[in-house]
């Protein structure tokens, strides 16, 4: 079992009033909300902690792309990656990832993943996702109904930069190129893993499977509302007959450790009800625009995790009924190793991402929530699956890796 | 669908849904992203005085969508190939919003063949400070109160009524979906797709058709219109009173009584 440490970098002081008052948390909220000078130290004190979950032993550091967007504060994420390149040593740079169909050209993202393969010695996992709808159609102006033919192009350009040892045209539909040359090139063979997150659309488990990537799924909402998508993958799997590794799903969950189960509510219940209140106050007529999904993933039922449908589960919860359903696994350390391991199992991933800094909590929290976590919960699920199955979807860095600083160093 | 004649375009890459009615001189209806759930009443009043052709665009209860890609280009010469088969040589063109863009590209492309353009509320432009409104972004009810005049009318109330049992309600708003969807295809994000570079082109005599109140394309976008218009052909703009962006629908007597008044010239 693998565990990463995912940040998604929330703004800490959207008002109180914000769900009453603003539209929308995510692509028209208004950027005189934010300072900053607080972003100054937002981001460094985000990026020390980050820097911590490498230290604390989390196999993977994660970060990810969102646009106007004031939960997610990574417009771009290789920015996030490359200073954590530098600053950690050991823990996997999981990037969740870059909005294929976003970059101008496709190309651009062999370039920088390669760059980034290479100064972290090959510790870099390549996340391919779609992307959002408030990101890519909203946020920047994407065609939705020919998002996913554009983002398959993309991929397909950046994966034959990274396979094709000389230069070569390349006449896509959405970029040509007359000299593919993408120097420097990623230190893993043939190239990093690549992870694609999605939103529970279904065309995207048969195309993951076909070409043996990892498919995660970044939920919010626990265990219950993730099983409905994780059977569906896994179905899918059995359909294909593909190995039924684990390790070929990943799964995002929030976790909130205290000392006991009542402190854990004590210590994180307003930072929850931020996140779950204010966070993903997400504008419904954002959430999916028309052409985004395609009408088989319409057909199927399957609902996005923001707008009116994810309103009618998220709105105005009490820590109860947040723990109840399970959106966060929360309390004494033997509480989430329990409940943990049921999840793990219960929902057969091998790549756990976990998100311990939540809505408005302050750093002395998140290194807490971290520190119990590392010290007394990772250890025991590590070991889910280890002797069973072999993980073919980790990073494989150089054995000996440069030191930062060493060259100048006396 | 009652009524929908269906025609065979390109070997089958186009498997094309039309209504016919009508006899006089041919007029082709090119509706909006909204689509064009029956021959309304609107195109009943049209049909009293010409040939109506009505079809249904790629993506709205046709197949071949795809085959558009988002390539305005496209979308204009399949529009001329379905012309094509069915044999109207010189039609008046009447389209509304996203095919008021469609009409007039259409002119703009081959500007001998048409003998009337009338563009009612089209989209297709861009004023600075005045953006089309995001019907994209629209839930059902703020679509109506942007669409109509008056959104309280039976007539707004019934546009976004679901039928009552539920799988047939969730195959309309699959349909509606599937509507916007591939229309966003020519005018997503609302920007101008180059329509105003090519608009000189245009030599039919034109009617701009708006409603006073259109909240989605504001009427402000006839004058627009008119100023890229003037040069190469004649314009009329006419305004109606207490309609919205659905003026056909709202104002249905006084609109295409100026339609039929506007050929008649």
Redesign the interface.
């Known amino acids: 079992m693998k565990i990463n440490w995912f940040h998604l970098m929330p703004y800490r002081w959207l008002p109180d009033d914000f769900r009453e008052h603003y539209h929308s948390v995510w692509v028209d909220i208004p950027s005189k909300l934010w300072d900053s000078e607080k972003g100054h130290y937002l981001y460094n004190e985000y990026l020390d902690e980050l820097e911590f979950a490498d230290k604390m032993g989390f196999d993977g550091i994660c970060v990810n792309e969102h646009h106007a967007n004031a939960y997610g504060l990574m417009p771009s994420p290789n920015i996030m990656a490359a200073s954590l390149a530098r600053r950690t040593s050991r823990a996997n740079l999981v990037v969740l990832g870059n909005s294929l169909s976003l970059y101008n050209p496709p190309l651009r993202v062999a370039e920088e993943f390669g760059m980034l393969d290479c100064i972290s010695g090959g510790r870099l996992v390549a996340g391919f996702p779609v992307g959002s709808s408030m990101d890519t ?2 946020a920047y ?6 998002l996913r033919e554009r983002y398959r192009e993309a991929h397909d350009l950046i994966i034959k930069a990274w396979t094709t040892p000389e230069p070569f045209a390349f006449n896509g ?1 959405y970029t040509k190129i007359r000299y593919v040359n993408s120097w420097p090139r990623p230190v893993q063979k043939p190239h990093p893993p690549i992870w694609v997150p999605g939103g529970g659309s279904i065309e995207t488990w048969d195309w993951v499977l076909e070409r043996d990537y990892q498919y995660c799924y970044l939920s919010y909402f626990g265990y219950q509302h993730g099983k409905r998508v994780m059977d569906g993958f896994w179905e899918n799997v059995a359909k294909k007959g593909a190995e039924p590794n684990p390790y070929r799903a990943g799964f995002l969950q929030l976790i909130a450790v205290s000392e006991s189960d009542a402190q854990a509510e004590k210590d994180y219940a307003r930072h929850l009800d931020y996140f779950f209140n204010r966070c993903l106050h997400v ?4 959430a999916d ?4 999904r395609t ?1 088989a993933t ?2 199927a039922g399957l609902q996005a995790q923001v707008g ?1 449908a994810a309103d009618a589960f998220r709105v105005g919860l009490t820590w109860k009924e947040l723990v109840d359903r399970g959106y966060v696994i929360t309390g004494s350390p033997a509480t989430v190793r329990d409940r943990l391991t049921e999840v793990i199992k219960g929902l057969r991933i091998g790549q756990l991402m976990v998100l311990q800094m939540i809505g408005s909590m302050p750093k002395e929290l998140v290194l807490k929530n971290t520190e119990l976590f590392a010290k007394e919960v990772l250890p025991a699920v590590k070991k889910i699956w280890a002797s069973e199955w072999k993980d073919r979807w980790s990073p494989r860095p150089l054995s000996e890796r440069a030191v930062p600083g060493a060259a100048v160093a006396k | 669908m009652n009524g929908l004649q269906t025609l065979n375009l390109r070997n089958g890459r186009f498997n094309v849904k039309y209504y016919r009615e009508g006899s006089g001189a041919p007029l082709v209806f090119l509706h909006g992203a909204g689509g064009l759930p029956a021959f309304t009443p609107d195109l009943e009043a049209l049909a009293k005085h010409f040939a109506v052709t009505a079809p249904l665009h790629p993506g709205f209860g046709t197949s071949g969508e795809e085959n558009l890609h988002e390539d305005v280009l496209a979308l204009t010469l399949y529009a001329w190939d379905l012309l094509d088969a069915l044999g109207i040589e010189q039609p008046i063109l009447v389209g509304h919003s996203f095919g008021g863009m469609l009409a007039a590209e259409m002119a703009a492309l081959d500007p001998r063949r048409v003998k009337k353009l009338i563009l009612v509320a089209p989209a297709g432009l861009y004023l600075e400070g005045c953006p089309t409104a995001d019907f994209f972004a629209m839930m059902p009810d703020q679509l109506v109160r942007a669409a109509f005049f008056d959104p309280g009318s039976q007539l707004a109330r019934a546009f976004v009524e679901l039928p009552e049992d539920k799988r047939m309600a969730e195959e309309v708003m699959i349909q509606r979906v599937r509507g916007l969807g591939a229309a966003g295809r020519f005018l997503w994000p609302l920007g101008d797709r180059g329509l105003n570079e090519r608009l000189y082109r245009v030599k039919a005599p034109t009617l701009l058709l708006w409603g006073e109140g259109d909240r989605i394309i504001p009427a402000a976008y006839a004058e627009k219109f008119r100023e890229l218009l003037e040069n190469s052909a004649e314009v009329k703009i006419e305004t109606i009173p207490q309609a919205g962006h659905l003026v056909l629908m709202e104002q249905m007597e006084a609109a295409t009584h100026a339609i039929v008044q506007f050929c008649a010239r």
């Open positions: 159609n909203f102006g994407a065609v939705p109904a020919t539909r504008y419904s007529g954002f625009a028309p052409g985004y009408e319409i057909r009116e």
